[in-house]
């Protein structure tokens, strides 16, 4: 993959391009939905008969017999602790927000193999992406610095003599000419960035980052199902997703004295997408409560809108930044094409009576099969970057609820396995591009536990959840070619208290 990726630093590209972190916060599905299935670890999708499962196994849907109609609220505290070589930092935040507000309308038909066709819609909060991170520590010779002069070797310029430049026609990577407006170079002017012996012209004694992303990913699910004989029963949800997350980061190194340089970092993604779920549940046996359920999801197909500023404060004591329209080319922009992977869920279930019910579900997607949608060897060097760094997540769900006269206690567990493979990292094209961060995270496998309980009376019910997520991680300010710079370990914790209300008429 790097022979390319080098490759591509020598054309003269004028174009945008788009990095599979950007877009990675929104791959997969968070455990969101109403207080009952999130009680029950989202493990409802041979089950059924909940309004969540019009995102997992629309054939879900079939199973209800009465109109419903639902409103979640939930509360998020996020906390995370991260620790860099030997220092150790935490943040905590809390968000409120509505996940989940659907209906559904059944019609019952009588002498016919169709018992039941219903028709559901909904709303969804599919992630959740706000939330804060920082981390710290000594720099241990490590610096950005060196990635600004690995891409400005592989496209040399006269960084003196930068402002005189057109820097609407500028292909090369930005970071390179943002440390030239720093001062990142001498007195004299004759050595940029570092000395021939490579010592750093300014050298970090700390090196610090901070993060704040706002959004999320929103889905409106039009769901149709089909009960047939009560012993099978069908679905399909057309989704469309709504996409509106913002991200600012800062980056700073910091010298004996001061800070030597700034670099802050604004990022605004927008747009929409489109999928279809179909989905099944079997009832093999007559006397048997036993279901089985298989769902399948087709690609998302992304249409997407990336909006990114810069700027740099440096030692010279001046900020530069993209949106100074007498130097830059002022807040930019690109549009792109994402297609997400295909996901099938395989589920159980078993009823006891209306005294217990139990689930398990399997689920898996193929993240290395994300791909840009375009021509060029930049979009050609992107998906090989995702084929090379992402891999394939399995997700596992387990779900009970014990109800004595309409009041239930529920519990889940879920484990999903990590989306990116070991020694994944961000790479930097040397493209005009459209940010100029250079960090990533690296996520691991997630574990999640849930606990819940509710009543249901003849009318009205009403639900509430917790649900903890535990999820650790490596955190990289910057991936280095000729070092192997370490990684920050991150611990996250995310607490969330989800409340439903409810109408059954």
């Given at each position: 993959?790097?022979?390319?990726?080098?490759?591509?630093?020598?054309?003269?590209?004028?174009?945008?391009?788009?990095?599979?972190?950007?877009?990675?916060?929104?791959?997969?599905?968070?455990?969101?939905?109403?207080?009952?299935?999130?009680?029950?670890?989202?493990?409802?999708?041979?089950?059924?008969?909940?309004?969540?499962?019009?995102?997992?196994?629309?054939?879900?849907?079939?199973?209800?017999?009465s109109n419903d109609f639902s409103?979640?609220?939930?509360?998020?505290?996020?906390?995370?602790?991260?620790?860099?070589?030997?220092?150790?930092?935490?943040?905590?935040?809390?968000?409120?927000?509505?996940?989940?507000?659907?209906?559904?309308?059944?019609?019952?038909?009588?002498?016919?193999?169709?018992?039941?066709?219903?028709?559901?819609?909904?709303?969804?909060?599919?992630?959740?992406?706000?939330?804060?991170?920082?981390?710290?520590?000594?720099?241990?010779?490590?610096?950005?610095?060196?990635?600004?002069?690995?891409?400005?070797?592989?496209?040399?310029?006269?960084?003196?003599?930068?402002?005189?430049?057109?820097?609407?026609?500028?292909?090369?990577?930005?970071?390179?000419?943002?440390?030239?407006?720093?001062?990142?170079?001498?007195?004299?002017?004759?050595?940029?960035?570092?000395?021939?012996?490579?010592?750093?012209v300014w050298y970090p004694d700390?090196?610090?980052?901070?993060?704040?992303?706002?959004?999320?990913?929103?889905?409106?699910?039009?769901?149709?199902?089909?009960?047939?004989?009560?012993?099978?029963?069908?679905?399909?949800?057309?989704?469309?997703?709504?996409?509106?997350?913002?991200?600012?980061?800062?980056?700073?190194?910091?010298?004996?004295?001061?800070?030597?340089?700034?670099?802050?970092?604004?990022?605004?993604?927008?747009?929409?997408?489109?999928?279809?779920?179909?989905?099944?549940?079997?009832?093999?046996?007559?006397?048997?409560?036993?279901?089985?359920?298989?769902?399948?999801?087709?690609?998302?197909?992304?249409?997407?809108?990336?909006?990114?500023?810069?700027?740099?404060?440096?030692?010279?004591?001046?900020?530069?930044?993209?949106?100074?329209?007498?130097?830059?080319?002022?807040?930019?922009?690109?549009?792109?094409?994402?297609?997400?992977?295909?996901?099938?869920?395989?589920?159980?279930?078993?009823?006891?009576?209306?005294?217990?019910?139990?689930?398990?579900?399997?689920?898996?997607?193929?993240?290395?099969?994300?791909?840009?949608?375009?021509?060029?060897?930049?979009?050609?060097?992107?998906?090989?970057?995702?084929?090379?760094?992402?891999?394939?997540?399995?997700?596992?769900?387990?779900?009970?609820?014990?109800?004595?006269?309409?009041?239930?206690?529920?519990?889940?567990?879920?484990?999903?396995?990590?989306?990116?493979?070991?020694?994944?990292?961000?790479?930097?094209?040397?493209?005009?591009?459209?940010?100029?961060?250079?960090?990533?995270?690296?996520?691991?496998?997630?574990?999640?536990?849930?606990?819940?309980?509710?009543?249901?009376?003849?009318?009205?019910?009403?639900?509430?959840?917790?649900?903890?997520?535990?999820?650790?991680?490596?955190?990289?300010?910057?991936?280095?070619?000729?070092?192997?710079?370490?990684?920050?370990?991150?611990?996250?914790?995310?607490?969330?208290?989800v409340a439903t209300v409810g109408?059954?008429?």
């Amino acid at each position: 993959m790097k022979r390319i990726l080098y490759f591509l630093f020598l054309l003269p590209l004028g174009m945008s391009a788009q990095n599979m972190y950007d877009v990675a916060p929104f791959f997969g599905n968070d455990l969101v939905g109403t207080a009952r299935f999130i009680g029950m670890g989202g493990s409802m999708s041979a089950l059924g008969a909940d309004l969540s499962t019009m995102g997992t196994n629309p054939a879900g849907m079939a199973m209800y017999r009465s109109n419903d109609f639902s409103f979640t609220a939930a509360l998020d505290v996020n906390s995370n602790k991260a620790l860099y070589e030997g220092s150790k930092s935490s943040m905590v935040g809390a968000n409120a927000y509505v996940g989940n507000t659907s209906f559904v309308i059944s019609s019952e038909y009588e002498d016919s193999d169709l018992k039941f066709l219903n028709f559901g819609f909904g709303y969804r909060r599919k992630n959740n992406l706000s939330g804060a991170f920082d981390m710290y520590g000594a720099s241990n010779s490590y610096s950005q610095q060196y990635v600004f002069e690995n891409l400005y070797n592989s496209k040399p310029f006269d960084y003196l003599n930068i402002k005189s430049s057109m820097y609407d026609t500028f292909s090369y990577s930005w970071l390179p000419l943002f440390a030239a407006d720093a001062g990142l170079y001498d007195e004299t002017g004759e050595n940029f960035i570092t000395y021939p012996d490579t010592a750093l012209v300014w050298y970090p004694d700390e090196l610090a980052f901070y993060e704040e992303t706002r959004g999320g990913v929103h889905a409106i699910d039009f769901n149709l199902s089909a009960n047939l004989n009560d012993r099978v029963y069908l679905g399909a949800t057309m989704s469309v997703s709504v996409v509106d997350y913002n991200r600012y980061s800062e980056y700073r190194e910091i010298g004996s004295n001061n800070d030597i340089y700034i670099l802050e970092n604004n990022q605004y993604l927008s747009g929409t997408g489109f999928d279809i779920k179909l989905g099944a549940i079997f009832r093999p046996f007559k006397y048997s409560p036993f279901k089985v359920g298989l769902a399948l999801h087709t690609p998302t197909w992304y249409s997407l809108n990336q909006r990114s500023s810069a700027s740099i404060l440096g030692p010279s004591g001046i900020r530069y930044s993209t949106t100074d329209k007498e130097l830059y080319d002022g807040v930019l922009s690109v549009s792109s094409t994402l297609k997400t992977p295909w996901r099938v869920n395989a589920s159980m279930g078993y009823t006891f009576g209306t005294y217990l019910a139990l689930n398990a579900e399997y689920e898996y997607v193929n993240y290395a099969k994300n791909r840009f949608i375009g021509n060029g060897q930049l979009v050609k060097a992107q998906n090989e970057e995702i084929g090379c760094n992402m891999q394939a997540q399995h997700t596992v769900r387990v779900g009970a609820e014990v109800n004595i006269s309409g009041f239930a206690v529920r519990a889940g567990y879920n484990y999903i396995t990590a989306p990116f493979v070991q020694g994944a990292y961000k790479e930097l094209y040397n493209a005009a591009v459209t940010e100029t961060s250079t960090d990533y995270m690296n996520r691991f496998g997630k574990n999640v536990a849930t606990l819940g309980f509710g009543y249901r009376g003849s009318l009205c019910y009403w639900d509430f959840a917790y649900k903890l997520d535990i999820q650790k991680s490596e955190f990289y300010p910057f991936y280095d070619y000729d070092f192997v710079n370490p990684g920050a370990a991150v611990r996250e914790m995310n607490h969330s208290i989800v409340a439903t209300v409810g109408l059954r008429l």
